[in-house]
């Protein structure tokens, strides 16, 4: 069926990007997994007999659950074009999988970490829009693939659950210090691998809908090709994008942002590998349709000159015993339409009920470049246009309500630059903690392997 979950969860919403699993690149193993667990799942075929392959604590791991996670990752592997390893060794790997995440689950509730439906809710309705769907026709597509809305739901909230574990247990473990920034510069500079280079880049995407006929993919590549023939003869890069793309950030002038090469799927960085800055590249074809690419900037020392930067403020209510994110949001909504009806100002409903630290400046956040904020956060600014109040939006910090004051290309000074980079590195650094947090919560869980999976 083709359709992702959840893009703010990867450090690159390639899902954002109009992509889906069934026209990536080829993967590993160990990506497919990850992936794996983000996939709407899929058909499973035939069963065996279920019975308990594993205890995680005191928390069984069955037969069933291997074999549907096997089918989910081999789904993602072919679809992607990879070949499947031999089954013994992606059963073992899928258990070792299932048992990690075991883990991570009893981790979260023993802290009492919860997931609100109002969370769930966002999460599916950035599926859909995602996949350039309404929610009603993800849900009719799931239910054709004998997927019932609760199934949905619950991988939605797992995931989200895992996250925030993440969230508390290993970001604050990473800092970035000057010293961190100048080796991450001296190794680009040294190094001809492209996956040390930092790109931006513009982005049209022409959708082609599943199982489309010969005659539809002919006339969507036909339009990309317009598209292309508008951007060569010198049109605006963003009205073409406007007229054009079905991807989530043509609201912003389809600006992907500056990130490392490797941030971005393997699709596109093979595409400009060779392509000088302003150069146009495609149409360039997916499983989810056809790509123009524009090189905005990029640097192999990953100092980027000129970037998007957005002047935004917010009201932040922190979720509490007394308050949960559905009434968080619920507040938060009706200050969104006392504020479009002109019964009240942003900036006064900020000072008087935001729980940031930004309240007594009406929640103003000042400028701020890509990676500023945390991902659902600057994904929901993006979309944005100067004046306009998004719904809420729930993120580690709280629930949100987010006005976007004004927009600007910006030249940044040697600080800024650095600024930015400061986020590539850390988010090189998050991965490393992550891997290693991994390796603690296993050795801290007692696994007891009863039949092997079947």
């Not at 508390?168 to 961190?180: I, K, P, Q, T």
Request: charged share 25%; net charge neutral; hydrophobic share 40%.
């Amino acid at each position: 069926m083709g359709l992702v979950c959840l893009a703010s969860f990867a450090a690159v919403g390639v899902q954002a990007q109009g992509l889906r699993l069934s026209g990536a690149p080829a993967a590993s193993l160990s990506k497919a997994l990850d992936g794996s667990a983000r996939a709407v799942p899929g058909n499973t075929g035939v069963r065996s007999a279920d019975f308990i392959v594993a205890v995680v604590n005191s928390e069984p791991v069955t037969n069933t659950e291997v074999r549907d996670r096997m089918a989910r990752v081999a789904q993602s592997i072919s679809g992607q074009g990879g070949q499947l390893p031999p089954e013994n060794v992606l059963m073992r790997e899928v258990l070792e999988r299932l048992i990690l995440e075991k883990a991570q689950q009893q981790s979260a509730r023993e802290q009492g970490l919860k997931v609100d439906d109002y969370a769930v809710d966002q999460a599916a309705q950035n599926v859909a829009r995602q996949n350039s769907l309404s929610l009603e026709q993800m849900m009719s597509r799931l239910a054709a693939d004998g997927i019932s809305a609760t199934r949905f739901r619950e991988e939605l909230r797992n995931q989200l659950l895992l996250q925030r574990l993440r969230e508390r247990e290993v970001d604050g473990r990473v800092r970035v210090s000057e010293l961190d920034i100048d080796q991450y510069l001296k190794e680009q500079r040294t190094s001809g691998d492209t996956s040390n280079m930092t790109l931006n880049l513009g982005h049209v995407f022409i959708a082609v809908p599943e199982n489309a006929s010969p005659a539809v993919v002919a006339e969507r590549e036909a339009r990309a090709r317009e598209a292309l023939e508008k951007l060569r003869a010198g049109q605006d890069f963003a009205a073409v994008v406007r007229e054009y793309s079905n991807a989530p950030e043509a609201k912003e002038g389809g600006v992907l942002g500056l990130r490392p090469a490797d941030r971005y799927p393997e699709l596109f960085t093979r595409a400009v590998a060779s392509s000088p800055k302003n150069t146009v590249v495609g149409p360039v074809r997916s499983g989810a349709g056809f790509h123009l690419l524009k090189v905005i900037d990029r640097s192999q020392q990953g100092m980027a000159t000129v970037v998007t930067q957005n002047h935004a403020r917010h009201i932040l209510l922190r979720p509490s015993e007394q308050l949960n994110e559905g009434q968080a949001a619920e507040r938060l909504a009706d200050y969104r339409r006392r504020v479009q009806a002109g019964q009240a100002r942003f900036e006064d409903l900020a000072r008087e009920y935001s729980q940031d630290g930004s309240a007594k400046a009406g929640g103003d956040l000042g400028w701020a470049g890509p990676g500023a904020y945390v991902p659902e956060f600057e994904e929901v600014l993006n979309q944005l246009q100067p004046g306009e109040v998004s719904a809420p939006v729930v993120s580690r910090f709280g629930v949100h309500l987010i006005q976007l004051m004004e927009r600007r290309q910006a030249t940044l000074t040697p600080r800024e630059q650095r600024d930015m980079l400061r986020n590539v590195v850390r988010e090189q650094k998050l991965d490393k903690a992550y891997a290693t947090w991994i390796q603690e919560v296993r050795g801290r869980a007692y696994v007891e392997y009863r039949d092997p999976p079947q």
